[in-house]
């Protein structure tokens, strides 16, 4: 089962922000943080992670509260093409990890 | 340099049947990891095969196996196909064994009939 929350779906105009919110409680000291995204008909693809700072790069930005059980993944100007199911994942890395993938929110951005 | 390629992009398959789907990574990536997509059940892990060894394996019936050469190019084997295994299958690469950082190919549906 995955290990984090995140809201079904959410909606945003397009140039401004979006804000992308995910519940990760049960996280653990070793665990990151990562975000992929799925345009519809593809495959999906990772946008950026974190361990406990925030991690900035040219897709996106991603804030961890101190206490790790939370992140929002932001979108700084969002497009059109930013319309995507957005997957918050948390795994270990360097063993026996790999990718679980919960339901995603399903971000559509709005002309 | 090229992405992940899979072949072949769509395949119509009866009930009974047995089937092989081919993942080529980006170069130099050695890890390749295989994932089954369907409206129902999501993104689901299959198994994660790194240095031609698998590394780890998702919940799924003996009926799906994989194999990895020493290009690191992947094959999955479906046998037995039953309907239930109608689905996009994703194969993802990544540099490092685990697969956390993957790029994944446009995938491959499989209709069974």
């Known amino acids: 089962d995955a290990k984090t929350t995140q809201p079904p779906s959410m909606d945003c105009a397009e140039g401004r922000a979006a804000n992308l919110p995910c519940n990760h409680s049960?996280?653990?000291?070793?665990?990151?943080v990562y975000w992929y995204r799925q345009i519809h008909s593809q495959g999906p693809q990772y946008i950026i992670h974190?361990?406990?700072n925030n991690e900035t790069n040219e897709m996106a930005s991603l804030i961890i509260t101190e206490d790790r059980k939370s992140s929002t993944l932001i979108l700084p100007h969002a497009t059109l093409r930013d319309t995507a199911v957005y997957y918050c994942?948390?795994?270990?890395?360097?063993?026996?990890?790999?990718?679980?993938f919960g339901k995603g929110t399903k971000l559509t951005v709005n002309p | 340099k090229a992405g992940v390629t899979q072949t072949p992009r769509y395949l119509i398959k009866t009930r009974g049947q047995q089937v092989t789907l081919s993942c080529s990574p980006i170069?130099?990536?050695?890890?390749v990891s295989w994932y089954q997509q369907t409206p129902g059940q999501g993104l689901q892990f299959l198994f994660e095969y790194f240095s031609e060894t698998q590394r780890n394996k998702g919940n799924f019936p003996g009926r799906f196996s994989g194999r990895q050469f020493s290009n690191s190019r992947s094959e999955m084997n479906v046998s037995t196909l039953e309907l239930g295994d109608s689905a996009l299958y994703l194969c993802?690469?990544?540099?490092?064994?685990?697969?956390?950082?993957?790029?994944f190919g446009q995938g491959t549906r499989l209709t069974v009939v």
């Open positions: 993802a690469s990544s540099p490092r064994q685990g697969g956390t950082e993957a790029f």
């Open positions: 170069s130099g990536h050695r890890s």
């Open positions: 974190g361990l406990k």
């Open positions: 049960t996280i653990s000291g070793n665990e990151y």
């Open positions: 994942i948390v795994t270990s890395q360097g063993g026996s990890e790999k990718l679980v």
